[in-house]
């Protein structure tokens, strides 16, 4: 589960993260690769999600972390 207060400093502000548990297997990089980059020895968030499709790929991402370093946060905003 990923740890809110362990959020790597380099993510982009905001409700997406990656906290430092991450492995560097990139698996979201590749998911959502406008939203995730490889950092030195881990992923980072760089682009918060914005629209739908936008937090569909950053679920995904989430849920091909083999190691759950990504949190979501609040929920997408524009789903009813």
């Known amino acids: 589960m990923p740890d809110p207060t362990d959020r790597h400093p380099d993510n982009a502000p905001g409700p997406v993260y990656v906290d430092r548990s991450c492995i560097w297997c990139s698996a979201c990089v590749m ?3 406008d939203h995730f980059e ?10 918060q999600p914005d629209h739908p499709e936008a937090w569909e790929a950053c679920r995904q991402a989430a849920c091909a972390c083999p190691v759950e370093a990504i949190g979501l946060g609040t929920e997408d905003p524009h789903q009813a």
């Open 31 to 33: 998911a959502a690769p």
């Open 38 to 47: 490889e950092r030195g020895d881990q992923v980072i968030c760089i682009q």
